[in-house]
């Protein structure tokens, strides 16, 4: 298994500019996230998704789209960047909580420079 | 909303000492986890604490969840040089299907 994929690693784009980054999983979970990740700011909920067509809001998602059409894949969009989206981005996926289990695994994140 | 704070914000030990984090929630939490974030990396699951009063240890590492299951701690015996990197608490949010963080403690040991 890969676990959790994102890709690019490293990005710089200019202001206004748009783009997706990619995230994949290959462990049929069913739960996905985008998080961000600002020095000294901790980890900050963006988007999350339950499953196949349902994603809904986390704390900052002001600036960000996503979209969840297969099990798969969960892309964020930003839609016209902006020197404060300059951060680190994680996607992380985990199973049901069905259980009260459920541990996040988390890719390896993009590097993404707003000029 | 529920907050998360871990103190201290930093800590830089000499190799062989111990060293710990604290981690407090505003709100009664179901379950608290914890993850390590070696520096260029991403954040690795360590453990997840459900009950009250809870005690679980890895090998040097020992964490607790309070008896009101609002804090929560993690402790290193000893620490190694393997130890360095951030340690993030979290707890549930969104009916747990995703995470509230703590803004973590940068661990720094020197040998």
């Known amino acids: 298994n890969a676990g959790v994929t994102q890709t690019p690693k490293f990005q710089v784009l200019k202001t206004g500019q748009s783009m997706t980054l990619q995230c994949a999983q290959d462990?049929?979970?069913?739960?996905m996230s985008w998080y961000r990740q600002d020095p000294g700011m901790g980890l900050r909920l963006i988007h999350y998704s339950v499953g196949a067509g349902i994603t809904d809001q986390g704390e900052v998602p002001n600036g960000y789209n996503v979209s969840r059409s297969t099990t798969e894949d969960f892309p964020l969009r930003l839609l016209s960047a902006a020197p404060s989206q300059t951060s680190v981005y994680f996607c992380?996926?985990?199973?049901?909580?069905?259980?009260?289990?459920?541990?996040?695994?988390f890719g390896p994140g993009t590097r993404l420079t707003v000029l | 909303g529920q907050q998360v704070m871990q103190i201290p914000q930093y800590q830089h030990v000499q190799e062989g000492e111990d060293f710990t984090t604290y981690c407090n929630s505003s709100t009664t939490l179901s379950n608290i986890q914890w993850y390590k974030q070696r520096p260029g990396g991403h954040p690795v699951f360590l453990i997840q604490l459900v009950k009250s009063g809870e005690v679980k240890k890895q090998k040097r590492l020992t964490f607790q969840f309070g008896e009101a299951k609002k804090n929560s701690s993690l402790h290193i015996t000893a620490t190694q040089t393997t130890d360095v990197g951030t340690y993030f608490c979290a707890g549930p949010v969104h009916s747990g299907y995703a995470l509230n963080f703590g803004k973590g403690t940068s661990l720094l040991v020197t040998p």
């Open positions: 462990m049929n979970h069913e739960y």
């Open positions: 992380a996926s985990s199973y049901s909580p069905k259980g009260s289990y459920n541990e996040q695994f």
